[in-house]
């Protein structure tokens, strides 16, 4: 009879171990772990304030159904000054001034002439140092990018829409590799 007691005890106190290691272990999610660092291409971005910003003439197609290159210059700056980032002209400009270069390419397929397919590219180039040449050189050290279709006569809302993705973009990979 005491061994069945002891027994029962036993058990009693291996259950409320056990029990006690799962609501531990099933706690430890909630331990805030330290966050990934962002790729490479994303942290060269960290600490942008101020920028030069290009955009690119469009192909001719894009032109042609309403695709408006200005727009997208004068909305990009805009976004980007919002954001905190200056953009500054290109004359008298320090060599350190990273380079936002938007850059646009469209394809068609003549089975669906009704139809546009955009890409559009945002190179951030900076000063790099190139230790096997002990060269320093201006190179794209990040590159984003937004595409999508659409109807020709939807393309100047889509150029709009897919521009603001990628600026959008942009301003978050900052954000992103500012914090670290």
């Not at 971005?45 to 003439?57: D, N, R, S, Y």
């Not at 919002?82 to 646009?104: C, N, Q, R, S, Y």
């Not at 139809?115 to 590219?121: A, I, Q, S, T």
Request: charged content about 20%; glycine content about 8%; hydrophobic content about 50%.
């Amino acid at each position: 009879m005491r061994y069945l007691k002891r027994w029962k005890i036993v058990a009693l106190i291996g259950l409320i171990v056990v029990g006690g290691a799962a609501i531990w272990t099933g706690a430890a999610p909630m331990v805030p772990a330290t966050a990934p660092k962002p790729p490479e291409e994303i942290r060269s971005l960290a600490g942008i304030k101020v920028a030069q910003l290009v955009v690119e003439p469009f192909p001719a197609e894009l032109g042609k159904v309403g695709g408006d290159v200005v727009a997208v210059r004068v909305k990009a700056k805009k976004r980007l000054e919002d954001a905190g980032i200056t953009i500054i002209g290109a004359a008298g400009a320090p060599p350190e001034v990273p380079v936002l270069t938007v850059k646009t390419l469209v394809v068609t397929d003549p089975s669906m002439p009704d139809v546009m397919v955009m890409m559009f590219f945002m190179d951030a180039a900076q000063i790099v140092q190139v230790e096997r040449i002990n060269t320093q050189l201006k190179l794209p050290t990040c590159t984003l990018m937004a595409h999508g279709a659409a109807r020709k006569d939807k393309v100047p809302q889509a150029v709009s829409d897919y521009t603001s993705l990628l600026i959008d973009r942009f301003i978050e990979a900052v954000q992103v590799a500012t914090k670290g």
